[in-house]
């Protein structure tokens, strides 16, 4: 009966530990998918993000990251920074309206950056890597969705390419998503640049009222010594003259 028991119990520990490392799995790759850092950006101004690559295999090493900015939302201006031991190549396409950026009329815009890893730069297995991008006038719209190609060294591709879904649920395979809030009206910083000017005359009074007082005291110590030389002379011509 002990050795069933024993037998028993480890069966289940077995299957107990089978099944926690299927929900493991099954969720691992969902919580490390490519995304976009920061997560949002204001329209109309310039942005520096980041695109993160966590690696999932365990096996291969990421060696290759494509990422598609998206057709809906041109961006006129954008740059990368270098990341040692990769390189990058940009892709443009026409547009039409012509992007507006510091008065110049631009035909084109850029469709698509690819980063290549050279050497021993790939992403190894339990690391990541961060692809930073300049962009900007940012469009005025609520979202940027980026569709990202993760190529591992074993020929297999990530495609995150997934648009947010409906109702809040994260889809399989997750595209990137850039969050643009609306710009703050020009005149939205002229109220509390009056309020706080209320303090510096409220100052000024208090600084004119002190000066006006001491110039009150003054002149009534003027005065009082006035009166006292006038006695003092009065008490002198008063006195007899002693004579030798």
Not at 104 to 111: D, F, G, P
Not at 223 to 244: D, H, I, Q, S
Request: glycine share 10%; hydrophobic share 45%; proline share 9%.
């Amino acid at each position: 009966m002990t050795r069933f028991r024993r037998t028993a119990t480890a069966a289940a520990a077995l299957a107990i530990t089978a099944a926690a490392t299927a929900v493991l799995g099954f969720a691992g790759p969902a919580s490390a998918h490519v995304t976009v850092n920061p997560k949002e950006a204001t329209q109309g101004g310039y942005a520096r993000v980041a695109f993160r690559v966590p690696n999932e295999s365990d096996t291969a090493s990421t060696n290759k990251l494509e990422v598609v900015l998206p057709e809906n939302a041109p961006v006129g201006s954008v740059s990368t920074m270098p990341v040692p031991g990769w390189t990058v190549a940009t892709e443009k396409r026409k547009v039409d309206p012509p992007i507006e950026v510091h008065g110049s009329q631009l035909t084109e815009a850029v469709s698509k950056i690819t980063w290549t890893a050279t050497g021993d730069a790939a992403v190894k297995p339990g690391q990541f890597q961060e692809f930073p991008v300049s962009m900007g006038p940012l469009p005025k719209v609520d979202t940027m969705v980026f569709k990202v190609l993760q190529t591992y060294s074993d020929g297999n591709i990530s495609r995150w390419i997934d648009d947010p879904a409906p109702g809040g649920e994260e889809p399989e395979h997750p595209a990137p998503v850039l969050t643009l809030a609306a710009a703050a009206p020009e005149g939205a910083a002229t109220t509390p640049t009056a309020a706080v000017a209320a303090p510096d005359d409220a100052d000024d009074d208090e600084g004119n009222g002190l000066a006006v007082g001491l110039g009150v005291a003054g002149l009534v110590a003027g005065l009082a010594g006035l009166v006292l030389g006038g006695l003092a002379f009065t008490r002198t011509r008063r006195e007899p003259v002693v004579k030798a």
